[in-house]
Every structure is written in C-alpha cells, then in structure tokens.
C-alpha cells in the first residue's frame, strides 16, 4: 500500500507570505494527525481529524494556522502569514483506529523555512 | 536532516552488540508507550508499542520495557546492525484511549560501528 504522502518537501518562503502544505494520507484511514517540529524542540501535536471533522486541535499554536480535510480524503495546513518561528519540519501521520494497535504511520514531513 | 540544531544523546555501539535505548516519560496518566525510529530525511517509523498493562513486549530483534514506577521506557535492540543507525523517540499517550494524540521524548541518536 502507498504510504503517507506529504508535498511539498521543502518549502522556503519569506516572513508574512502564505504556504499550505498537503497531506494525503493511507488510503482508508480515517484519523489524520498533523504534528511539527520546530528547531531544537521535540515533535508536538498540532490536531486530529476523524474524516472529515476535527477531533481536537488543541496543539494549533495560533490562529495563523488553518488545517482542512474536505470530504475526508487528503488534508490541508495552512501557514498564513508566516512568521520566523513557524520554521520546522511538519509531519503529517495517519491510523485506521483511533488509538491501540492503530499505529500512526507518518509522512516523510515537509522542511518549512521562513526567512 | 531535521535534528540539526537539536542536540540530541549519543549511542555508539558496535555491529552485533545489543543497544539498549532509554527514556524518561512525564505523565503518569499515560497509558500507551511506542518507540519511533527516524532515519534521515524521512518520517518517524514505527517500531513497537506496549501498553501500560504490561511491563515488556517483544518483536523481531527489538524489545521494550515499561517500568511504570519510575516511568521509565526502554528499547533493546539485539544484534544492532548498520541499518539500525538513526534517531529513536519514544512517545506516550496521555489521553486514555482518544486517539494518537502523542507527546514525543528528545530522541537518542543511535550509530553503530562497522
């Protein structure tokens, strides 16, 4: 089976510009999960969707980022405008189940640098 | 790859000796316990998990251990070959059973020696 599939993987955009990166996830899961990690910190949850619908998104730092998941297929993260802090790498996992024995299967992460 | 600037721990094993991974977790709440290999330019790969109900589980060549009252996580790797070389995390789940919504460690740097 295809794997978690991330675009672009590398992004390099100026401070105050917009960048939306994809997320398409295994075929068949239903829970997609976006996580990041910024420079020098661990990886951190950013939110969940179940389809169509977010299930948490306790994670989003701000309001800058907009995450979508239309028709409950592949995913959307939006980064507008993006500030220096956003630098990192995004990754993008999916599961079938929700939790145990459900693994997340993660994306190979798209390399955002906001100059 | 994406660790740069991220100082991580160090281990350095020889091929074919076993490599023993260890990692401090903070909610005592958590319940569920997965170890993530990463390899360079590429996503978190999933090892082996366990769950709090257990104190080790065993796959191919990999074993974990949960010792729940110091809240400590371990990957043991037998054997380790070349091809183990990468970052491991552990990642726990502190949310019971409401999605993978998972708090990850540092990551130790693994590098095994020809």
């Known amino acids: 089976e295809a794997g978690v599939t991330q675009f672009p993987s590398h992004s390099v955009i100026e401070k105050g510009q917009t960048v939306t990166l994809r997320c398409d996830p295994i075929s068949g899961h239903d829970n997609l999960y976006w996580y990041r990690r910024v420079m020098g910190k661990e990886i951190k949850f950013l939110l969940h969707?179940?389809?169509?619908?977010?299930?948490?998104e306790s994670g989003m730092p701000n309001n800058r980022f907009l995450a979508e998941r239309t028709g409950g297929t592949y995913s959307t993260l939006k980064v507008q405008p993006a500030e220096l802090e956003d630098s990192g790498v995004y990754f993008c996992?999916?599961?079938?189940?929700?939790?145990?024995?459900?693994?997340?299967?993660f994306g190979n992460g798209t390399r955002l640098t906001v100059t | 790859g994406e660790s740069v600037g991220l100082h991580l721990p160090t281990l350095s094993v020889q091929e074919g000796d076993n490599s023993i991974i260890n990692c401090a977790y903070s909610n005592s709440a958590s319940d569920y316990f997965i170890w993530y290999k990463q390899e360079s330019g590429k996503g978190p790969q999933f090892i082996i998990d366990?769950?709090?109900?257990?104190d080790k589980r065993q796959g191919q060549r990999v074993t974990v251990l949960l010792n729940k009252t110091v809240k400590h996580l371990s990957l043991q790797i037998a054997a380790t070959q070349p091809g183990d070389s990468a970052v491991y995390f552990c990642a726990e789940n502190p949310r019971k059973g409401a999605g993978n919504m998972l708090t990850f460690g540092g990551g130790t740097r693994l590098m095994v020696k020809p």
């Open positions: 366990i769950r709090s109900n257990m």
């Open positions: 996992a999916s599961s079938q189940g929700g939790t145990y024995n459900s693994p997340l299967h």
């Open positions: 969707f179940v389809k169509e619908s977010k299930q948490d």
